[in-house]
C-alpha cells in the first residue's frame, strides 16, 4: 500500500519549510525567468521573518505531504485577510502548491488539492481561488482537470519583470 501523509506545519518547521519552498520555485521557474530576478523574488518571498509571519497567521495555514515518509510538497492556505487579493469571506486562496520534482504525476497534487477542499467545506466557504501565471501551462492544465476556471488576471513583479497571473476559481457544491 502507498503510505501518502499529510500533516499540518508549526513554527518549528520553518527551516524546512523554506528548503522546500526555495526548491520547488526554482525547479518550476528557473528555465523561464532570468537568474537576477529569480535570486530577487526568492529572496523576498521566502525571507526567514516573511515566512515566520505567515506561520503566525491563524488565517493561514501549511501543510506537508509525505510519500513512504520523505516530504513530497507543500499547501498553504488563506482565508479573511490572508487572501493576497481582496476576496470575500466566503474564498478560501490556494497561495502555494508545489510538488517536488521527482515526485510529481502519481496523484499528490491531488491529494494536495482535496485537502484545500476538505478545508474550504470546513470552514463553510463557498469558492476556492488561486493565481497562476500565465506561462505555467503545467500548473494552469492541472487546475483545469480539476475544475477551476479563468475569472480574472492581475499583474505582479518578478524581479523587475511584469509579469501576468491568471486568477482561477472552483465553486464548491
Ligand atoms: C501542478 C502540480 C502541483 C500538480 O501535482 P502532481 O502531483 O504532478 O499532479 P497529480 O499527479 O496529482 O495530477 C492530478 C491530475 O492532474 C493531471 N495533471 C497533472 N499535471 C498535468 C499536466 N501538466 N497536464 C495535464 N494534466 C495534468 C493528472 O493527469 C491527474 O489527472 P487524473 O486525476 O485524471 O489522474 C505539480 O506538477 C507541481 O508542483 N508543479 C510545480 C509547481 C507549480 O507549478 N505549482 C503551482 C504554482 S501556481
Request: a negative charge; proline letters at 1%; charged letters at 30%.
Amino acid at each position: 500500500m502507498t503510505s501518502i501523509i499529510i500533516r499540518k506545519c508549526s513554527m518549528e518547521d520553518l527551516p524546512i519549510l523554506q528548503e522546500v519552498s526555495i526548491e520547488t520555485f526554482s525547479d518550476t521557474f528557473k528555465d523561464q525567468n532570468s537568474p537576477e530576478n529569480m535570486k530577487a523574488y526568492l529572496e523576498k518571498a521566502y525571507d526567514t521573518k516573511k515566512l515566520d509571519m505567515e506561520l503566525s497567521n491563524t488565517s493561514s495555514q501549511f501543510f506537508f505531504i509525505y510519500l513512504k515518509e520523505e516530504l513530497a510538497g507543500y499547501l498553504k492556505v488563506n482565508t479573511d485577510d490572508a487572501q493576497s487579493e481582496e476576496m470575500d469571506d466566503e474564498s478560501l486562496e490556494i497561495e502555494r502548491i508545489y510538488v517536488r520534482s521527482k515526485f510529481q504525476k502519481q496523484g499528490l497534487g491531488k491529494f494536495l488539492m482535496n485537502k484545500a477542499i476538505e478545508i474550504a467545506a470546513e470552514l463553510n466557504k463557498k469558492v476556492i481561488w488561486l493565481g497562476v501565471w500565465e506561462k505555467n501551462q503545467n500548473a494552469i492544465a492541472f487546475y483545469s482537470k480539476n475544475g477551476f476556471v479563468k475569472t480574472g488576471s492581475h499583474s505582479f513583479y518578478m524581479g523587475d519583470e511584469e509579469q501576468v497571473d491568471y486568477i482561477l476559481a472552483k465553486t464548491l457544491e
